[in-house]
C-alpha cells in the first residue's frame, strides 16, 4: 500500500510558476513510477508527465512540454512537478499517482488505469 500526498497548490498569476510535491508513504514507495494528471473544471482528467523510478526516463503531456518538469528525490520519498510560464488553460485539479510498472509501451503511462495508487489531489488556480 501507497499513500500520496499532494501539496504546493494555490493561485498564481499568468505566467507565474508554482512546484507541486507529492509525498509517499508506503512499502518500496521508491520503486513505483510517478505521474501527475490534472482535472480542469467540466473536463476529463488528463495526463501532465511521468517519471520512471530512478527518474531516468521522464513523458510529458504535449501541452506543458518545456513549462513543466516533473523530477523526484527518492531520499525523501517526493516527487515534484516544477510548473513554469503558467497560463489560465492549466487551471485544475492535480493529482498525484504510483505506478508499480513503467510500461513501455506508446503512451501507456499516460492512461490513468496504468497507475495503481492516488492522491486527494491538489488545486491550482491561474489567473489575474
Known amino acids: 500500500q501507497v499513500q500520496l500526498v499532494e501539496s504546493g497548490g494555490g493561485l498564481v498569476q499568468p505566467g507565474g510558476s508554482l512546484r507541486l510535491s507529492c509525498a509517499a508513504s508506503?512499502?518500496?514507495?521508491?520503486?513505483?513510477?510517478m505521474g501527475w494528471f490534472r482535472r480542469a473544471p467540466g473536463k476529463d482528467r488528463e495526463f501532465v508527465a511521468v517519471?520512471?523510478?530512478?527518474?531516468?526516463?521522464?513523458s510529458y503531456a504535449d501541452s506543458v512540454k518545456g513549462r513543466f518538469t516533473i523530477s523526484r528525490d527518492n531520499a525523501k520519498n517526493t516527487a515534484y512537478l516544477q510548473m513554469n510560464s503558467l497560463t489560465p488553460e492549466d487551471t485544475a485539479d492535480y493529482y498525484c499517482a504510483a505506478a508499480r510498472t513503467y510500461y513501455s509501451m506508446p503512451s501507456a503511462m499516460s492512461r490513468s488505469v496504468s497507475y495503481d495508487y492516488w492522491g486527494q489531489g491538489t488545486q491550482v488556480t491561474v489567473s489575474s
Open positions: 517519471i520512471n523510478y530512478n527518474g531516468a526516463t521522464t
Open positions: 508506503g512499502r518500496s514507495s521508491s520503486r513505483y513510477a
